[in-house]
């Protein structure tokens, strides 16, 4: 008897915790959902400033004492060279080595 009280009471409260009952707050209007991305593109002739000759820029970058990953690191960060992805397969000796 004693346990369908104590049942009972947990349900009221969790029922009373979860705002069961109460009012729904107001919903957002489909509006607001239905936004398009603003995308801002920046020339900077627009602002009367002479754009950067990337060819240039990389000789400059070159001729600095810098570890080649960071020359690379560099080149990706100015837009001189694209940035590539490898996709990695997993190589079949390495998990026979760490079940081992």
């Given at each position: ?26 919903e ?70 760490d079940?081992?």
């Amino acid at each position: 008897m004693n346990d369908f009280k104590t049942s009972g009471q947990l349900t009221v409260d969790a029922a009373r915790l979860r705002d069961v009952g109460k009012e729904k707050p107001p919903e957002l209007p489909p509006e607001v959902y239905d936004r398009r991305p603003v995308i801002n593109i920046i020339d900077p002739k627009m602002f009367g400033i002479n754009t950067v000759d990337r060819r240039k820029l990389a000789e400059l970058l070159d001729s600095y004492d810098f570890t080649e990953s960071d020359k690379m690191r560099l080149r990706h960060d100015a837009g001189i060279e694209d940035t590539y992805f490898e996709i990695l397969e997993p190589i079949p000796d390495a998990e026979s080595q760490d079940n081992q």
